[in-house]
């Protein structure tokens, strides 16, 4: 294992979504509670996401993790 990967963190908080994305703390919150962005792991108060979620999600093309079929009723 190289050590760049050895040091690479596997559960991003939320300055490293933002820092991946090049976004802003706050979009990635609002990202993630819109379905547009995997939801994340709650761990007590601080949320985490899988660093291999959100490259999946960014090579799948960003599309919405989940969607609201509510709305047409």
């Known amino acids: 294992m ?5 040091e690479s ?3 991003l ?11 802003s703390p706050r979009s990635v919150f609002r990202l993630a509670d819109a379905g547009i962005l995997p939801p ?11 660093k ?5 999600w ?5 599309r919405p993790v989940r969607t609201i079929a509510s ?3």
């Not at 291999?52 to 999946?56: F, G, P």
């Open 40 to 50: 994340g792991t709650k761990l007590g108060a601080l949320r985490r996401w899988p």
């Open 9 to 11: 963190p596997v559960l």
């Open 58 to 62: 960014v090579q799948d093309g960003c």
């Open 13 to 23: 908080d939320v300055h490293g979504v933002a820092a991946l994305l090049d976004v």
């Open 2 to 6: 190289s050590r760049n990967a050895a």
């Open 71 to 73: 709305r047409r009723a």
């Open 52 to 56: 291999a979620d959100i490259l999946a």
